[in-house]
């Protein structure tokens, strides 16, 4: 069966060092991070990755103070895509638009607020929110941009722990192509850093990066690397079947050329290489390529000391040391890790890439773990590609999901 | 408490809870529904900050008398003062 080609035709992102593609991109080549310390209720000062855009550009007030910043930080995304995407957006179909949005987690923050709000009620419950049900249902980052939109097609969240945001791109492509919708609306988000668990179970799991530097806190590979910094963002994309993007003289960024998803069943936290080694083959092998035609390799690494070496081992595995034309690079090193977000984001930093023939550093590595030492990392400084052809962006999550999606350019 | 200071009370929460809304001409005798871009949702939370911040309870038998300012004032000023007297 031949099934249709789906394409990317938009990008809409806020991530802490940058509120749109551009600038985001600029600040990778330039080794620009995001990381700022932020007061966390309970646990006083912390490192965290913060959005700076402007909720209000696309929402009125009583949106932003009803809704959640999950929820504001979705719609700022599907609006800065559909506007990137350049399709007359009135003109669509607004049933046949599909909305699929990855999440790490939701309703941690507002169910945290509502009990911190009690708390100051002598914990009676006749001053829990009416709008707590709303705001923490695990669909309310679609929801809500379905609602600012008027977008009436299928619009719900994908859970897929850090593994998110691929997840939304890889079930929009499916959705396409099963004829589901005509255009989605698809990636991942982040609200993470205002829900204090989230900075308290790292902690207490010894994975909360420390430094007295924000920007030098999230160091990937490096041997003196102490674990993740927490971050929120969101990227999401217009996809479209190839023949609709065309119809419409679209830009066109890439190609979804291959994706897989498994699970580890092995742990609820420790990563497994030899099913991400899986995962990331069985992406290429549905791509029709082989790890040698892979030109960017981006990680999911986080920075624990344990969980980047495994994921080193998965990517020895697969290409080992017979692909001269493969970069590696990680993201995270900028901009913490932005969760649900995370693989929506990392894929967009690097799609410049078919353009440029620039493979984005992973920046502050000052001392390279040897056990992290793969041919073709690319560290500090951006590197001149012969070719980019392709990009395989790994995402892992807790539970050992694994999701990997590779962007072809766009060959007619 | 006057009914004009508790019209000024209630239109202190609308201002919080519609934020968008201009508030410099609501008609006192004239439905806030038909006035403001309010919903079902809104006015919880108007009977919410009542209870938030001043100690007032309105059941839901009574949500009817928060249609319009003038309504407020008539139901909620008894309250108000029978709070004060009570402290």
């Known amino acids: 069966m031949k099934l249709p080609r789906i394409v990317i035709t938009g990008v809409g992102l ?12 600029q600040n990778l080549l330039n080794g620009v991070a995001g990381i700022e310390r932020m007061e966390i209720r309970y646990m006083g000062s912390q490192l965290a990755g913060i959005c700076h855009y402007d909720p209000l550009k696309y929402q009125k007030k009583k949106e932003v103070r009803v809704g959640t910043r999950a929820g504001s930080i979705s719609i700022y995304c599907a609006r800065e895509a559909l506007a990137d995407s350049g399709v007359n957006f009135e003109a669509l179909p607004k049933d046949r638009i599909g909305i699929y949005i990855g999440c790490t987690e939701h309703g941690n923050v507002e169910t945290e607020n509502e009990i911190y709000n009690i708390s100051k ?7 829990w929110s009416h709008y707590h049900n709303p705001r923490t249902v695990a669909n309310n980052p679609a929801g809500e941009t379905s609602l600012n939109l008027g977008i009436t097609g299928p619009a719900y969240t994908i859970g897929a722990a850090c593994a998110a945001g691929n997840m939304g791109l890889i079930h929009a492509a499916q959705m396409l192509r099963l004829g589901e919708v005509d255009f989605a609306i698809c990636g991942g988000v982040s609200e993470s850093p205002h829900t204090f668990g989230i900075f308290a179970g790292f902690k207490s799991q010894n994975a909360l990066a420390t430094h007295e530097d924000p920007h030098k806190a999230s160091r990937p590979f490096d041997l003196a690397r102490n674990g993740i910094v927490i971050s929120e963002g969101g990227g999401l994309y217009t996809l479209e079947r190839l023949e609709d993007a065309q119809a419409r003289g679209a830009k066109i960024y890439g190609e979804i050329a291959g994706y897989h998803v498994n699970s580890d069943a092995s742990d609820y936290v420790l990563p497994n290489p030899t099913r991400q080694a899986e995962c990331v083959r069985a992406a290429i092998a549905r791509a029709g390529l082989k790890p040698s035609d892979i030109h960017i390799v981006n990680t999911h690494a986080t920075a624990t000391p344990l969980g980047d070496i495994q994921e080193c081992e998965a990517i ?3 290409f080992g040391e017979g692909c001269p034309d493969t ?11 932005c969760m649900g977000a995370a693989g929506a984001l990392e894929l967009a930093g690097n799609l410049p890439s078919f353009d440029d023939l620039t493979v984005h550093p992973t920046i502050n590595v000052d001392n390279l773990d040897p056990q992290c030492a793969l041919p073709g990392l690319v560290l500090n400084q951006p ?7 392709t990009i395989l962006n790994n995402s892992f999550g807790m539970l050992g ?3 990997t999606l590779i962007v072809k350019r766009f060959t007619p | 408490m006057t009914k004009d200071e508790c019209k000024k009370v209630v239109l202190d929460i609308i201002a919080d809870i519609a934020p968008d809304e201009d508030l ?10 038909d006035q403001l871009q309010l919903d079902s949702m809104d006015f919880l939370d108007i009977v919410m900050e009542l209870r938030k911040r001043h100690g007032i309870e309105v059941p839901e038998k009574d949500y009817i008398q928060l249609a319009s300012l003038d309504s407020c004032a008539e139901y909620l000023t008894p309250k108000f003062n029978d709070l004060a007297a009570k402290r």
Do not use: M
């Open chain 1, 121 to 127: 009620f002598n914990y009676d419950t006749k001053f």
């Open chain 1, 401 to 403: 999901i694994n999701s």
């Open chain 1, 327 to 337: 970069y590696i690079n990680n993201t995270k090193s900028y901009i913490g890790h």
């Open chain 1, 316 to 318: 020895r595995a697969v």
């Open chain 2, 24 to 33: 410099s001409n609501v008609k006192p005798d004239v439905r806030l529904r």
């Open chain 1, 14 to 25: 806020t991530a802490p060092n940058g509120n749109s593609l551009a600038e985001f991109r």
């Open chain 1, 383 to 389: 590197r001149k590609a012969a070719k980019v052809d």
